[in-house]
């Protein structure tokens, strides 16, 4: 009688109690999108409405900042799909052959804004108010990694308080990460999306809009990724995004339309 080898016995296990759970194993419509986190509620909104009209598709979100997106991506994980807060992180992925140039697209636009707590009593009207004593500790998301972050420095170094600022800046990992800090009263003052402020209303309110030629416009493209095995459903996705549908859902939640020839 011939010995099964114990991978194989362990497999076979594990594949009888999935049919005995009644759980089923990775379905050949499964997607997995790479999402930067600002675009959370507007992926989910707009994924639900995807699946609905879809059978058997289901998708798989991984949200975070957009450059640890990127890493990611470049280490090989399996993602169908990426959407990014800025040009960069999605540029240097098509250097590297690593997303499907003819399904880049950006889709919308967002604007650089400063929050403070609901409860904060500091005021902040203009950018120079951040060097006052009172502002002791003021948020950014980490510019080596979170498009807000390098919005942020762009704004402050154009309007010459990036060097004088550097004592008070406190790093985030993504910018829903700063907006909890500002949320928790952790921090005097945070540099967030306009979209991400909107979302959090009771907890944090908007002091002041940064100039916006004072930063690159904040472009969110998107694009399917290279190695995907379902190149037509991410491709379905992006169309959605782009369509009447997608936008209206995307207003409604403060994000602005793409601008005339971005990519």
């Given at each position: 009688?011939?010995?099964?080898?114990?991978?194989?016995?362990?497999?076979?296990?594990?594949?009888?109690?999935?049919?005995?759970?009644?759980?089923?194993?990775?379905?050949?419509?499964?997607?997995?999108?790479?999402?930067?986190?600002?675009?959370?509620?507007?992926?989910?909104?707009?994924?639900?409405?995807?699946?609905?009209?879809?059978?058997?598709?289901?998708?798989?979100?991984?949200?975070?900042?957009?450059?640890?997106?990127?890493?990611?991506?470049?280490?090989?994980?399996?993602?169908?799909?990426?959407?990014?807060?800025?040009?960069?992180?999605?540029?240097?992925?098509?250097?590297?052959?690593?997303?499907?140039?003819?399904?880049?697209?950006?889709?919308?636009?967002?604007?650089?804004?400063?929050?403070?707590?609901?409860?904060?009593?500091?005021?902040?009207?203009?950018?120079?108010?951040?060097?006052?004593?009172?502002?002791?500790?003021?948020?950014?998301?980490?510019?080596?990694?979170?498009?807000?972050?390098?919005?942020?420095?762009?704004?402050?170094?154009?309007l010459g308080l990036w060097d004088k600022l550097q004592r008070k800046?406190?790093?985030?990992?993504?910018?829903?990460?700063?907006?909890?800090?500002?949320?928790?009263?952790?921090?005097?003052?945070?540099?967030?999306?306009?979209?991400?402020?909107?979302?959090?209303?009771?907890?944090?309110?908007?002091?002041?809009?940064?100039?916006?030629?004072?930063?690159?416009?904040?472009?969110?493209?998107?694009?399917?990724?290279?190695?995907?095995?379902?190149?037509?459903?991410?491709?379905?996705?992006?169309?959605?995004?782009?369509?009447?549908?997608?936008?209206?859902?995307?207003?409604?939640?403060?994000?602005?339309?793409?601008?005339?020839?971005?990519?």
């Amino acid at each position: 009688m011939r010995r099964v080898p114990p991978s194989l016995a362990i497999i076979g296990v594990a594949l009888a109690t999935l049919s005995l759970t009644g759980i089923p194993a990775r379905s050949a419509q499964e997607l997995t999108f790479s999402v930067a986190i600002s675009m959370k509620e507007a992926t989910e909104e707009l994924g639900r409405r995807f699946m609905q009209s879809r059978a058997g598709v289901v998708l798989r979100y991984n949200f975070g900042s957009s450059g640890e997106l990127q890493k990611q991506i470049e280490a090989g994980a399996p993602v169908d799909l990426f959407l990014s807060a800025a040009p960069r992180q999605m540029d240097e992925l098509e250097k590297k052959g690593l997303i499907v140039p003819a399904t880049r697209r950006v889709f919308a636009r967002n604007v650089l804004t400063i929050v403070k707590p609901a409860t904060s009593t500091i005021d902040i009207a203009k950018p120079t108010d951040l060097l006052e004593p009172r502002v002791t500790k003021i948020v950014i998301g980490n510019p080596r990694t979170v498009p807000v972050g390098q919005y942020a420095e762009e704004s402050l170094r154009a309007l010459g308080l990036w060097d004088k600022l550097q004592r008070k800046l406190v790093f985030a990992e993504n910018v829903r990460q700063a907006l909890d800090y500002v949320a928790r009263g952790e921090v005097d003052a945070g540099f967030v999306y306009s979209t991400d402020s909107a979302i959090r209303r009771r907890d944090v309110k908007e002091a002041l809009r940064l100039p916006e030629d004072t930063y690159r416009p904040v472009t969110y493209p998107v694009a399917v990724v290279k190695d995907t095995r379902h190149a037509a459903l991410a491709s379905a996705f992006i169309d959605l995004l782009l369509s009447p549908e997608g936008q209206q859902v995307l207003a409604r939640l403060g994000f602005l339309p793409p601008p005339p020839g971005a990519r």
